[in-house]
């Protein structure tokens, strides 16, 4: 059955192939009128998968859909358009040109931590190239998951977008039919097994990945202001963000002052009472028992490899809350900082020399970001010219995937390839290679067989 829909897929989107910018233009419109329908649906599911705060909901999985709907919609008609390159002296008389093809069939796999943002801004990025897609939500964001399938049935015909539900043996099924393009989110430990699953038919492959997010602060930063935004990053969506802020590397001289900051700034967000935090509306939860159980090792480990607990440490495996955590004198061997944290806790280390921490970096797999707070030109460049990340941000956390304009993705273990605006229709899209030769073309007899000494006389001239 599910062989069945992928070929209506790739009949429909061969179909579509030749659909101008105006028919694409009206897929998302439909998009976009599902988002707008049906945003308190949204946002009550996302609430009931892990109490996600209604402004969460609002500001960083619709708001963000529609901006990068709107920004293709606008963008469409130019993405589109072949494009001329120049010629060289050898094929004097052709034309050269690049145009954007649809690739077909594409099965987008979302993970949960923004289930409904990363299930449709690669659907966005698709529908603009002009293919069709199957969505294969989260297992582990139940509502939301059946949400998007009740919705997108709706609004889609199944030959161009379809929702299949289901777990790990519903993603291998899956693998097993000719897509065209597989665009995975989630984990580098799933995603290796997303590679090796799909090998046998050889899609076009993205990789959206996590990892651990170094966030640097030396002496020259506004404190009070890293403290604001580097809180908010990291207890955003209670710290299941791919992008938030794995862990905290503070130069020596501000070590403790910047502690004290960090310290008031998570009082003035959540409260500044066990009490009053835990029952916070401005916090979410942990998604499921499985994790809240594996954060709870983490925080264990490395308390016990002596740790000290500044803030928080409170776990409730019922309500699947851990409190927002500050650690300090956290081993670098342990649990917390070997794995990806994907939860409420921040360890913080020491640093004296910025050189210390490239090479820390340069040490681990190649994080998807790397943040810093800093005004001091020497420092910013030396992390951003000697280490490799998918983005470096200065001075702000998260923000710069706002910006459509630049790519999002990661690098080695942090992912393959990228997305958002022009990049995510480039990423769904075949960019074709379109020769039309002209008279001169005549000419190239003089290098076809019989060879003869002439001949290579002329190719050794053409060499230069
Ligand atoms: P996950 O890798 O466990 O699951 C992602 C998807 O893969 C889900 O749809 C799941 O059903 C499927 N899946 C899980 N195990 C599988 C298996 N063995 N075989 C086939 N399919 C399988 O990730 P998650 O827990 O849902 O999400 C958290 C992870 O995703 C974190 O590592 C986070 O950093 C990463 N992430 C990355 C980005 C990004 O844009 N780079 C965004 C969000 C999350």
Same mark, same amino acid.
């Given at each position: 059955m599910l062989e069945q829909l992928v070929l209506r897929q790739k009949s429909f989107a061969q179909h579509s192939r030749t659909e101008s910018w105006h028919q694409r233009f009206d897929h998302l419109e439909v998009l976009e009128k599902l988002l707008t329908e049906h945003q308190s649906e949204i946002c009550k599911a996302l609430h009931h998968d892990f109490k996600k705060p209604h402004l969460e909901s609002l500001s960083t999985e619709i708001m963000p859909l529609?901006?990068?709907?709107?920004f293709a919609q606008k963008n469409l008609k130019k993405w589109m358009k072949p494009k001329r390159v120049s010629t060289p002296f050898l094929l004097f008389g052709s034309k050269s040109y690049t145009r954007y093809e649809s690739l077909g069939s594409c099965l987008i796999i979302s993970p949960w931590n923004y289930p409904v943002y990363l299930t449709i801004a690669p659907l966005i990025s698709a529908l603009a190239a002009g293919n069709s897609a199957v969505v294969k939500p989260s297992e582990y964001a139940p509502h939301t998951s059946r949400l998007l399938h009740a919705l997108l049935s709706k609004y889609f015909k199944s030959e161009q977008v379809a929702v299949?539900?289901?777990?790990?043996?519903?993603?291998?099924?899956?693998?097993?039919?000719?897509?065209?393009?597989?665009?995975?989110t989630g984990s580098t430990e799933v995603g290796r097994i997303i590679m090796q699953q799909s090998a046998p038919q050889l899609p076009r492959l993205t990789l959206e990945l996590g990892g651990k997010s170094p966030t640097i602060v030396d002496t020259t930063a506004d404190l009070k202001l890293a403290a604001q935004k580097i809180i908010w990053a990291k207890f955003l969506n209670a710290g299941q963000t791919c992008i938030a802020p794995d862990y905290l590397f503070v130069q020596e001289h501000i070590h403790q002052e910047f502690i004290h900051i960090l310290k008031a700034q998570l009082e003035e967000y959540y409260g500044s009472n066990k009490n009053e935090v835990k029952s916070s509306h401005s916090f979410a939860r942990i998604i499921n028992a499985k994790h809240t159980y594996r954060l709870k090792g983490l925080l264990e480990d490395a308390l016990a490899n002596r740790a000290s607990l500044i803030v928080g440490g409170e776990v409730d495996l019922e309500q699947n809350y851990v409190a927002p955590t500050l650690l300090d004198d956290v081993d670098v061997h342990t649990k917390v900082m070997n794995e990806e944290i994907f939860g409420p806790i921040l360890p913080i280390l020491k640093f004296k020399e910025i050189t210390e921490v490239v090479h820390f970096i340069n040490d681990r797999p190649k994080p998807l970001t790397i943040y810093m707070y800093s005004h001091a030109r020497h420092n910013i460049q030396k992390i951003m010219k000697e280490t490799s990340s998918g983005t470096f941000s200065v001075n702000d956390s998260m923000v710069s995937m706002m910006n459509p304009?630049?790519?999002? !993705?990661?690098?080695?273990?942090?992912?393959?390839?990228? /997305?958002?605006?022009?990049?995510?229709?480039?990423?769904?899209?075949? #960019? $074709?290679?379109?020769?039309?030769? !002209?008279p001169f073309g005549r000419?190239?007899?003089?290098? /076809?067989?019989?060879?003869?000494?002439?001949?290579?006389?002329?190719? #050794? $001239?053409?060499?230069?």
């Open positions: 529609l901006k990068e709907l709107r299949v539900e289901g777990g790990p043996e519903t993603t291998t099924a899956l693998l097993k039919l000719p897509f065209d393009h597989v665009f995975f304009n630049l790519p999002f !993705g990661g690098v080695g273990a942090s992912g393959l390839g990228s /997305y958002h605006g022009l990049y995510g229709f480039e990423t769904f899209s075949h #960019k $074709k290679a379109i020769f039309m030769q !002209g000419l190239m007899k003089l290098i /076809y067989p019989p060879y003869n000494a002439k001949k290579v006389d002329l190719i #050794k $001239k053409l060499m230069g």
